[in-house]
Structures are given as structure tokens and as C-alpha cells.
């Protein structure tokens, strides 16, 4: 028996083991776990107390199997599963309502908060957004869009706030990659915005988001 486990059940002993593993970092997000082999070995369990813990971890959205690639991490502690299952229920109407508050928000604490670093990172992901655009590479366009959108939430230095978001826009980047056509004329990488921030101009931030939310509710159909 591993000297890591204690006198509590061993299926609550290695479900604690096994989410350490997960927030510390030493899973990351999106990766496959070891193998049932490798973590009995570890652990000096059976198979059985391995799949009790492991199926608890998948109750909770921390886990999930997948038929021919294995187990693999979905969130990285129990508040982030909670929030991702109650997101998987709200309506995309919902969802857009929310993002519409917190990237306000962020549009005008990243106003008051950004630094210089900040803003560089944020033009060059803007500039990348554009180019994908020039070369109607959708794909490329959505991981920049994200990625900027991140980078804007970084600004704000509200590390909640950008927890709550990157939840968010997890859950809509499928919606978003479906619906995006690309046009050449079009202005894309949210060059105004960047501005205002820049400028520190928090009024006209807020006017911008309400422009570009508007403009994604009406892509996808979503009513008022």
C-alpha cells in the first residue's frame, strides 16, 4: 500500500490523489491521463478502487472517457466542472447576455488597468485576426479572436474575472467556428476597441462591445 494513502476509503483517498495530480498542473487541461496500469502501479491499488475514483471524477465533469482515446481532463478543479455544466445548460441567448456583462466589464477595467505589455499583446493577436481574414483561414481566425479576447481579459488583472470568461468562451468558440464567414471588406481584430483601451477611454470601450456583441447576436440568430 502507497504511504500517500491514508485511512479514509480508498476510492475518496485516490479521487483526492488523483485531483491533485489535475490542479497542480501536473495534468494539464485537455491531456490524457496515465494509463490504469501505470496509476496502480503508483498508487498500489486495485483496478476496481482506480474506476471508483475515476468515475466519481467523471460525475463531476473534472474527467472524461473517451471510447479509443482514453481519459482526459476536462476542467482542472471542482468550481470550474460545476460552472462548465451550468453553462452546458443555458441557451446560447443566455450565454451571450453573460458575455456581453463580463466583457463590458473587462473593456473597462482593462482601460484602467492595462499595461504597455498588455496592449502589445493584444495588437499583435488583432494583427493576426486580420491576416487570417486576408487569407479566409477561418480556423486561424477563431484560435486569434479567442486568443485576443483572452489577452483583453488579461488586461483587466482580475484573475476571476478571467477564469469566468475563459469558461465561457470555451462553450461558444463551436458556435462562433460554424457561423464565421469571413469578408474582406469587413473589419475584423477589434482595431476600435484597442483603441479605447489604449486611450483609456472606458465610454467608448463599452460602445464598442455593444457594437461587436450585437453584431455576433444577430450572425446567430439570437434574439433579444
Given at each position: 500500500?502507497?504511504?500517500?494513502?491514508?485511512?479514509?476509503?480508498?476510492?475518496?483517498?485516490?479521487?483526492?490523489?488523483?485531483?491533485?495530480?489535475?490542479?497542480?498542473?501536473?495534468?494539464?487541461?485537455?491531456?490524457?491521463?496515465?494509463?490504469?496500469?501505470?496509476?496502480?502501479?503508483?498508487?498500489?491499488?486495485?483496478?476496481?478502487?482506480?474506476?471508483?475514483?475515476?468515475?466519481?471524477?467523471?460525475?463531476?465533469?473534472?474527467?472524461?472517457?473517451?471510447?479509443?482515446?482514453?481519459?482526459?481532463?476536462?476542467?482542472?478543479?471542482?468550481?470550474?466542472?460545476?460552472?462548465?455544466?451550468?453553462?452546458?445548460?443555458?441557451?446560447?441567448?443566455?450565454?451571450?447576455?453573460?458575455?456581453?456583462?463580463?466583457?463590458?466589464?473587462?473593456?473597462?477595467?482593462?482601460?484602467?488597468?492595462?499595461?504597455?505589455?498588455?496592449?502589445?499583446?493584444?495588437?499583435?493577436?488583432?494583427?493576426?485576426?486580420?491576416?487570417?481574414?486576408?487569407?479566409?483561414?477561418?480556423?486561424?481566425?477563431?484560435?486569434?479572436?479567442?486568443?485576443?479576447?483572452?489577452?483583453?481579459?488579461?488586461?483587466?488583472?482580475n484573475s476571476l474575472l478571467v477564469d469566468l470568461y475563459g469558461r465561457l468562451l470555451e462553450e461558444i468558440e463551436v458556435s462562433i467556428y460554424s457561423?464565421?464567414?469571413?469578408?474582406?471588406?469587413?473589419?475584423?481584430?477589434?482595431?476600435?476597441?484597442?483603441?479605447?483601451?489604449?486611450?483609456?477611454?472606458?465610454?467608448?470601450?463599452?460602445?464598442?462591445?455593444?457594437?461587436?456583441?450585437?453584431?455576433?447576436?444577430?450572425?446567430?440568430?439570437?434574439?433579444?
Amino acid at each position: 500500500m502507497s504511504a500517500q494513502l491514508d485511512r479514509k476509503p480508498l476510492a475518496e483517498q485516490v479521487y483526492d490523489l488523483l485531483l491533485k495530480k489535475i490542479t497542480s498542473g501536473a495534468w494539464p487541461l485537455h491531456s490524457k491521463i496515465p494509463s490504469e496500469k501505470s496509476l496502480m502501479g503508483e498508487f498500489g491499488i486495485s483496478r476496481n478502487t482506480l474506476r471508483e475514483a475515476i468515475r466519481a471524477l467523471v460525475h463531476v465533469g473534472i474527467l472524461e472517457v473517451r471510447q479509443g482515446a482514453g481519459t482526459i481532463v476536462l476542467a482542472n478543479d471542482e468550481w470550474s466542472a460545476s460552472l462548465q455544466r451550468r453553462i452546458a445548460k443555458s441557451s446560447l441567448g443566455e450565454i451571450f447576455e453573460v458575455r456581453h456583462a463580463l466583457e463590458t466589464e473587462i473593456a473597462v477595467l482593462a482601460c484602467k488597468r492595462r499595461t504597455n505589455e498588455d496592449l502589445k499583446t493584444c495588437l499583435i493577436l488583432s494583427k493576426q485576426c486580420i491576416s487570417a481574414v486576408q487569407n479566409q483561414d477561418v480556423a486561424k481566425f477563431v484560435k486569434s479572436d479567442t486568443a485576443l479576447h483572452e489577452a483583453i481579459a488579461k488586461a483587466s488583472h482580475n484573475s476571476l474575472l478571467v477564469d469566468l470568461y475563459g469558461r465561457l468562451l470555451e462553450e461558444i468558440e463551436v458556435s462562433i467556428y460554424s457561423t464565421t464567414v469571413l469578408e474582406k471588406d469587413s473589419t475584423y481584430g477589434h482595431t476600435s476597441l484597442l483603441q479605447a483601451i489604449e486611450a483609456r477611454d472606458a465610454e467608448r470601450a463599452k460602445q464598442e462591445v455593444d457594437i461587436y456583441i450585437t453584431a455576433y447576436k444577430q450572425k446567430l440568430k439570437i434574439e433579444e
